[in-house]
């Protein structure tokens, strides 16, 4: 029996062969790949297995961890927020959260977390293991003092820019990031995808394969006083993404799971203007504000270049490569996960692997599966 399983329209055969290659050449362990055209699912595909010694397969309803594929997804529910008038883009993040005032951050507007403008890439107060405990991170964010003026430096927030998206959704909504994105978009478009999984979830989890030379990598085993070692030093010592505190808490930056199919559907309903199966997401108007260009350049915490809108990256090439068209918009997790929609071709795309790519780029195994994509247009 092939190692691959699911269905794939003939138009988007070269997909398949791709995925296939992934497995022959390229060292998949187990992955999925999901594409939709015009909101209609072409291709839903996922072979392999769930663990590194090859003994569970992986199911058609398994789920893995994405990693930042998250951010634009929580940004998603922010800017449904703005759309109904209960937070304004540019107004001061304190006016929802006034503790986060403090140390200078009085002024700093939503547009700048959700576009990593805000100057405040790290936590320094938090603790080791503290990126499980949400007031623990959301105390130490709000006392953090900006690393350099509030809009004037390009800086990935590759672990703060969730928790303050998910505050903010709390203190306007009530409801945990996590909880508001179950109940508003993953529930009504039938989204096999979560931030904080209970035991149904948990169960069906495909286990993380880390490889040297991640994003993480570099953070533990590195400097810590650099930029990244001081991101993501409340992670646990020695997390591996697969420890029960990782993947029941809510870290809206990097701890969504779920699988290739329902990322797919989610920017196939954006790549159709954010209505699908008679779900509206979010609105048309809505979308193109949150999917501007608000800068082009490297970041200066991995000198990757990204094309940022708000809580979006549109596409890039050679560092964060969608496609052809430069009105794509998505965003990666890091070891591989990709998760984005064209507009204008109207195609959702998705592709969530376990074992994680050994770089900072995206890698060759989603690269190849992009191309395929769109060579089958």
């Known amino acids: 029996m092939s190692i691959v399983q699911g269905s794939c329209d003939p138009r988007f055969a070269r997909v398949r062969a791709a995925f296939e290659r992934n497995f022959a050449e390229d060292g998949e362990v187990g992955a999925a790949v ?96 503290d990126m499980y405990d949400w007031d623990a991170m959301t105390r130490a964010i709000a006392a953090q003092a900006p690393l350099w003026p509030p809009g004037s430096t390009r800086c990935y927030h590759s672990a703060t820019q969730g928790f303050v998206l998910g505050e903010l959704v709390r203190r306007v909504d009530g409801r945990s990031l996590g909880r508001f994105l179950a109940e508003r978009v993953a529930g009504p478009l039938g989204l096999d995808y979560a931030i904080g999984l209970d035991d149904p979830g948990i169960a069906r989890c495909a286990d993380m394969i880390p490889s040297a030379g991640t994003i993480f990598d570099a953070a533990q085993r590195g400097d810590r006083e650099s930029l990244l070692g001081r991101a993501w030093h409340p992670l646990a010592a020695g997390e591996d993404f697969n420890s029960d505190a990782w993947r029941r808490a809510e870290i809206p930056s990097a701890n969504g799971h779920g699988n290739a199919r329902a990322i797919a559907r989610l920017y196939g309903a954006l790549a159709c203007g954010g209505t699908l199966d008679g779900v509206r997401v979010i609105g048309r108007e809505a979308l193109e504000r949150a999917i501007a260009l608000q800068w082009h350049g490297p970041s200066i915490s991995s000198k990757l270049v990204f094309r940022t809108a708000l809580g979006f990256f549109l596409s890039a090439p050679p560092d964060r490569p969608m496609g052809p068209n430069p009105r794509t918009f998505g965003h990666s997790g890091a070891g591989g996960a990709q998760g984005f929609a064209d507009p204008d071709a109207r195609l959702g795309f998705a592709y969530c692997p376990n074992r994680m790519h050994a770089g900072i780029d995206i890698g060759s195994r989603a690269t190849r599966l992009i191309e395929a994509a769109f060579a089958s247009l």
């Open 34 to 129: 999901a594409v939709t055209l015009d909101g209609r699912s072409v291709v839903d595909l996922w072979g392999g297995h769930r663990d590194a010694a090859r003994t569970r397969p992986w199911e058609r309803d398994t789920i893995v961890c994405m990693m930042s594929v998250a951010k634009a997804v929580s940004a998603l529910c922010v800017h449904i927020l703005a759309e109904e008038g209960r937070i304004d883009i540019d107004a001061p993040i304190a006016r929802y959260w006034p503790d986060f005032a403090a140390a200078g951050k009085e002024a700093i507007p939503v547009r700048w977390i959700l576009c990593h403008l805000a100057g405040i890439p790290v936590a320094d107060a938090a603790g080791r293991g």
